[in-house]
């Protein structure tokens, strides 16, 4: 069974950090591009990073680019989103996403280039 298990969210001051992670079960992680992607209240999803199978390159939203640092263990089937100096606009919940082909990857994936989903972890910035 495939399965995307989010944690590390939480609520955090503006100008904060927060690491999220996705441990990941049921396939070959070390096959598919992941990415990370947040849907904020009212608004619609924002693919926010993604990572290529080796972890070599990696791709950001405009909106979090120098702030956001994506990362994943291979070994440990483990994705991770380091997050600094954040802002209350960052504020949504924020789903792991495994891409649907073994090898490939797009930024951002297009409908039908991701498949999994995980159940989300919630990010509040707020004084």
């Known amino acids: 069974q495939v399965q995307l298990v989010e944690s590390g969210g939480g609520l955090v001051q503006p100008g904060g950090s927060l690491t999220l992670s996705c441990a990941a079960s049921g396939f070959a992680f070390e096959k598919f591009w992941m990415y990370w992607v947040r849907q904020a209240p009212g608004t619609g999803l924002e693919w926010v990073s993604g990572?290529?199978?080796?972890?070599?390159?990696?791709y950001y939203a405009d909106s979090v680019k120098g702030r956001f640092t994506i990362s994943r263990d291979n070994a440990l089937k483990t994705l991770s989103l380091e997050m600094t100096s954040l802002k209350s606009e960052d504020t949504a919940v924020y789903y792991c996403v495994k891409a649907t082909t073994p090898g490939l990857g797009y930024w951002p994936p297009p409908n039908g280039q991701h498949d999994v989903w995980g159940q989300g972890t919630q990010v509040t910035v707020s004084s």
């Open positions: 990572i290529n199978i080796g972890g070599g390159d990696k």
